[in-house]
């Protein structure tokens, strides 16, 4: 009986069947085959009008079915080459090639936002400018943010509110329970809206970052004169390029141990013993780190390089420090590359 009541199967020829239908079996068709089909990059109306269209669809032939995928599959393969249809998308995929201050010009001129997920564009911020986002806005819409980003940078921006805000805003975590999805995404579409306003900026790093990494290479008597008139002017910067920067006589605070034996591969051994024979005569720091570095590589090659060391003496300062610098360059290098990872002090206390 049931079989009775249902509609006749759809089994005219693609020629008969608009491209809508067409567009609905193919579909069907790749859902029934487990195939992830993004369809939530169409327009919510499109959307809308496929959903209808299939729910009002009971089945095709199988003739039906062939020849609609058969054409599907030809007319794949005539496409030499498809763009992204908009502004929007052009400038996604344009996104690193053109300048920001063009693509922030196009994007107001057109009247688009950045595309994605903006939860997606909110957790990649550092947590300094989460920071600065939470407390630019209410007590809820900071829990709702809390509870989206990862659990780790959450803990770090929480870590850094006063603690009556850090409560208020804890608190308010435990009332979103009832905040709908659709709740969620404005939220997160406002707050990267106030991204996209924010002017393009010139330098990505901080300013005491970009300081640090000039004073990396510079002499150590330089680098300590000009931070000791630095704080004069502004200690609180003074302070944070001292955080930023990264020299031989931090190794011991900033370098992981185990990531010793991989400084040791980067480095020639004459730079290294050059370096340690140094650190030897240098300051307190330096010394630390001089044996910081020997105790946590090889023994065969730490009583080598020990050995070479104290063969060479008392080493020129220009000499250690230009071999002390390899070091350091070379332990950044490796940060960049992703192969290690420099330790955070302030974090370990």
């Known amino acids: 009986m049931t079989a009775l009541a249902l509609p ?3 089994n005219a020829m693609p020629a008969g069947l608009s491209r809508k239908t067409k567009a609905a079996i193919v579909v069907q068709f790749l859902l029934n085959e487990d195939t992830d089909v993004p369809l939530t990059d169409l327009p919510d109306e499109q959307q809308a009008e496929l959903t209808m269209l299939m729910g009002n669809m009971r089945y095709v032939d199988r003739e039906t079915l062939n020849n609609v995928i058969e054409e599907f599959s030809n007319e794949l393969e005539q496409i030499g080459l498809s763009f992204p249809g908009d502004i929007a998308g052009a400038l996604s995929a344009l996104d690193g090639k053109i300048s920001p201050r063009t693509a922030m010009r196009l994007r107001k001129e057109a009247g688009v936002r950045q595309t994605g997920d903006p939860w997606q564009r909110i957790n990649a911020l550092d947590v300094e400018r989460i920071e600065e986002l939470v407390n630019s806005e209410a ?36 009332m979103t329970t009832g905040v709908t999805p659709d709740a969620v995404d404005r939220i997160g579409l406002a707050i990267a809206a106030q991204l996209d306003a924010e002017p393009p900026k010139a ?5 005491e970052e970009r300081l640090g990494s000039i004073l990396n290479y510079s002499n150590s008597a330089v680098r300590e004169e000009l931070l000791g008139d630095l704080e ?22 900033r370098l992981n141990a185990i990531d010793v034996p991989k400084i040791t591969r980067d480095v020639k051994p004459e730079t290294l013993a050059t370096a340690i024979a ?3 005569n240098g300051n307190e720091q330096e010394q630390r780190a001089g044996e910081f570095l020997l105790e946590n590589m090889s ?36 940060v960049n590359v992703g192969e290690i990872e420099l330790l955070n002090p302030d974090e370990e206390e």
């Open 232 to 253: 004069k002017d502004d200690e609180n910067f003074a302070n944070a390029v001292r955080k930023a920067i990264f020299t031989f006589g931090n190794i011991p605070e």
């Open 299 to 334: 023994k065969r090659m730490a009583d080598n390089i020990r050995e070479e060391a104290d063969a060479k003496g008392i080493v020129k300062p220009k000499l250690g420090e230009r071999a002390m610098t390899d070091v350091v360059s070379a332990i950044r290098d490796l």
């Open 278 to 280: 140094a650190s030897s």
């Open 203 to 207: 330098f990505k790093a901080k300013p």
């Open 8 to 10: 006749g199967p759809v």
């Open 139 to 174: 007590t809820e819409v900071a829990a709702v943010m809390m509870s989206k980003i990862d659990v780790g940078k959450a803990a770090q921006v929480l870590a850094k509110l006063p603690g009556d805000k850090a409560r208020r805003i804890s608190y308010a975590v435990s």
